[in-house]
């Protein structure tokens, strides 16, 4: 019995918007643990109009940044499971939807420190008591959008409970938890 039934969309919806992540509904040998997972553009925040959902009253936020949908998609159903309010991260260059030229950018941010600029706006976190952060592993740590979010954003993260939450292609969390208490410190 096959796991993975072929050309299946997986599909979410975060505040009434759908979601994607067709790489779910490839066969195991076709998606290779994530490794090369193609984007199809969107979830890279192409059109520079990141999903957020903020209200009044939510004592929850989750706070995620997706190159191909998959933290994208768990973001999508943690807001469903917790009717947290919804943040996402935008990069003022977005990420190729082309994995090698996502991948030669990531490590030449990596090695150079210069982690990519943001175009957002975050809005108040007072009213929030738990933060739950959203990131894919690059490299076995955190994605370099996350890490730019927490650089300029992470004094808004005091006294909240932080929940991290992220995708990978089959070899774990890596240091992205540390990586986090080190920069929130």
Not at 45 to 69: C, H, M, V, W
Not at 92 to 99: A, C, L, T
Not at 161 to 178: D, L, R
């Amino acid at each position: 019995m096959a796991l993975f039934k072929r050309n299946v969309q997986i599909t979410a919806k975060i505040d009434g918007q759908p979601i994607q992540a067709p790489q779910l509904g490839m066969p195991a040998l076709q998606w290779r643990n994530g490794y090369g997972v193609p984007s199809d553009g969107k979830d890279t925040n192409s059109q520079n109009k990141p999903t957020r959902r903020l209200t009044k009253d939510a004592k929850e936020i989750i706070i995620y940044f997706s190159r191909s949908g998959s933290t994208e998609l768990l973001a999508a159903k943690l807001a469903k499971l917790t009717g947290a309010d919804i943040l996402e991260i935008v990069v003022d260059e977005p990420y190729s939807g082309n994995y090698r030229q996502t991948l030669s950018r990531a490590n030449f941010e990596r090695q150079t420190e210069s982690y990519p600029e943001l175009k957002m706006s975050v809005p108040d976190l007072s009213q929030y008591d738990r933060v739950y952060l959203g990131y894919p592993i690059w490299a076995m740590t955190l994605s370099h959008p996350m890490t730019s979010f927490l650089l300029d954003y992470g004094n808004l993260l005091n006294q909240k409970q932080i929940v991290p939450f992220m995708s990978e292609g089959g070899y774990g969390q890596g240091n992205s938890v540390q990586r986090i208490s080190q920069i929130l410190r």
